[in-house]
Structures are given as C-alpha cells and as structure tokens.
C-alpha cells in the first residue's frame, strides 16, 4: 500500500491544503476559497464514493444509475464552467459524443468486462478527460470571440455566414484544449509516471502489463478529447453555446 490510511495521512492532507490556500492568498491569486472547498468537498465526495462503489458494482440497475451520475454532474460542471446562461446544458454533446463510442468498443471487443470495478473507473478517467476538454475549448473558444468581436464582423462583412466566420475565430483557440492530453502523452515515462501506472504496479502487475493499461488510457483519453473539442467548437461556430445572445 502506497499511503496507511492513518491519522498521520489526515494530518498531512490537511497542512497540504492549508499550505495551498495561504500560497493562493500571499500570491493574490484569487482562489484561495475555492482551493479551501475544493478540497473539502473533495475528501466527502471519495469517502462517500468509495463506499457507494461497494455497493452498486454488484448491482446493473445501480451500476448505470451510478455511471449516469457521473456524465450529469459532468455535464453540469463543464456546463457552468463554458457559460451561465441556459446554453450550459449542450455541454453534454462533447462529453457523449468522446466517451460513449470509445467505451462502446471497448466493451464490444471484451477488453473492458461489464462488471462495475472495470466499467466505473475505465468510464470515470474518460467523462473526466472528455469534462476537462470541453471546458478549455468552450472557454477559450468564447473568449477569443469575445475578444476579437471585429474579426468576426469583418468575416460577416465578406459575405462568410455567421457559422464559418465564428469558426474562422475560435478555432485556433479551441485546438488549445488538446495541448495538456498531447503532453501528457508524449513525456509519459519520461516526466511522470501516472496514475493507471502506477496504480497496476502497486496492484501487483507486471511493468508490461502496467505500461499497456497506461498506453490504452492515453490514447482513449486522446480519441475523447479530440472528439469533444470538436464537438464543442461546432456547437460554438454555430451559436447554440454562447455567452450573450446568438446572432450578430
């Protein structure tokens, strides 16, 4: 085991928080609060977790209910992150449209069994890719258009439709998205060791069969967050997720 679970870990989990938020407030960073209840709401949400999976992974009707669980609040995150009007709710396109064809083959194909302790993790990894993504293209896809508001006149003015000027705007932007999953992947091993790595070796795996898992993961999360951004970036062109009304 990497981290007992003692007293000690809670202790030190603590003084790391604290440290973060008191570097956010001497740094006047601005998120000294939202560092405070992130990570609060963080320890309730894996206590919480961890037991619930115990529990629905035996269970199919609870194992779905617990997987749609994770895309709502997904979509509902990633939603509110993009925007605050009622627009939020077509956060749920990308993040579908990344994650449902990738776990769809790979439950085709056997390498994924249908049993809750495979599925939920496997499906949680990539919502939470496909989430991070739809975020940073939203979101920068929506600033650049905000910021460059006379470009994407101009494209009106030389007869482009509302749909190609937008486009013309926000997706250089909204490719960014794809730089952390591209970096992450291309310096794998060489600066970190992640998660699903590490993870299989503690487990007991051999370092070919953690290396293969990590390999699976980073080229799904790939395959998802190229999707979503995609996706995102077609919904933003088109104005139907936007920050003011659509239209010109």
Same mark, same amino acid.
């Given at each position: ?23 956010? $407030? ?5 998120? @000294? ?6 990570? &609060? ?7 919480? =977790?961890?037991? +619930?999976? @115990? ?10 209910? /617990? ?16 925007? %605050? ?22 439950? +085709? ?16 990894? *990539? ?24 470009? /994407?006149? $101009?494209?009106?003015? &030389? ?9 013309? =705007? ?26 699903? /790595?590490?993870?299989? *070796? ?13 390999? /699976? ?6 395959? =998802? ?7 995102? *970036?077609?919904?933003?062109? %088109?104005?139907? *997720? ?7």
């Amino acid at each position: 085991m990497l981290l007992p679970v003692t007293p000690v870990l809670g202790i030190v989990l603590a003084v790391l928080l604290v440290a973060a938020v008191a570097v956010a $407030a001497l740094a006047h960073l601005g998120h @000294g609060r939202a560092i405070a209840l992130a990570g &609060l709401r963080a320890a309730a949400q894996l206590a919480a =977790v961890s037991y +619930l999976i @115990g529990w629905v992974v035996h269970a199919l009707p609870w194992l779905l209910c /617990f997987l749609v669980l994770m895309y709502a609040v997904a979509v509902r995150t990633a939603g509110r992150r993009i925007t %605050r009007n009622r627009t939020w709710w077509w956060a749920g396109l990308p993040i579908a449209a990344g994650v449902l064809p990738v776990v769809g083959v790979l439950l +085709l194909t056997g390498l994924v069994p249908p049993r809750g302790l495979t599925l939920i993790p496997v499906t949680g990894i *990539l919502i939470g890719g496909a989430l991070t993504a739809t975020v940073l293209a939203g979101r920068r896809a929506l600033d650049e258009l905000h910021a460059r508001r006379g470009e /994407f006149e $101009a494209g009106l003015a &030389l007869g482009l439709p509302d749909r190609d000027a937008r486009m013309e =705007v926000a997706r250089p932007a909204a490719s960014d998205a794809l730089l952390p999953g591209l970096d992450q992947t291309r310096t794998v091993g060489l600066v970190t060791l992640p998660g699903a /790595f590490v993870g299989m *070796l503690l487990g007991g795996a051999s370092p070919v069969q953690a290396g293969a898992v990590q390999l /699976f993961v980073l080229i799904a999360l790939l395959a =998802v967050q190229a999707t979503a951004c995609a996706v995102v *970036l077609e919904l933003v062109a %088109r104005g139907l *997720l936007h920050r003011e009304p659509a239209g010109r």
